[in-house]
């Protein structure tokens, strides 16, 4: 099993930018692919990124598409999400997960472990 511990997150101001970090400990993700989940008080858990193993594909959600960026260093075990323009609406808990292959998509199932997460605050 892999422990996941997300950083990096905080309060900004509209338009402003952040970056999370995804360390995992454990065992080694570099033949997996790794996804970023939030989910805002009262809502659903959405999609927000996803990363191949080796960090050639990348795909979004349509809500962060243009904005985010998802990328990952193999060598530190870590996965980070760029996050720029940011939006009241963003506003949630940021959780980053391990795929059970090597290449993650946008449904939380085809993931097996998960994070604490880390709170986003985006203010008007």
């Known amino acids: 099993q892999v422990q996941l511990v997300e950083s990096g997150g905080g309060l900004v101001q509209a338009g402003g930018s952040l970056r999370l970090s995804c360390v995992a400990s454990g065992r080694t993700i570099s033949r997996y692919g790794m996804g970023w989940f939030r989910q805002a008080p009262g809502k659903e858990r959405r999609f927000v990124a996803a990363?191949?193993?080796?960090?050639?594909?990348?795909v979004y959600g349509d809500s962060v598409k243009g904005r985010f960026t998802i990328t990952r260093d193999n060598a530190k075990n870590t996965v980070y999400l760029l996050m720029d323009s940011l939006k009241p609406e963003d506003t949630a808990v940021y959780s980053c997960a391990v795929a059970r292959g090597l290449y993650g998509g946008s449904s939380a199932g085809q993931y097996g472990d998960w994070g604490q997460g880390t709170q986003v605050t985006v203010s008007s």
């Open positions: 990363i191949n193993h080796s960090g050639g594909t990348t």
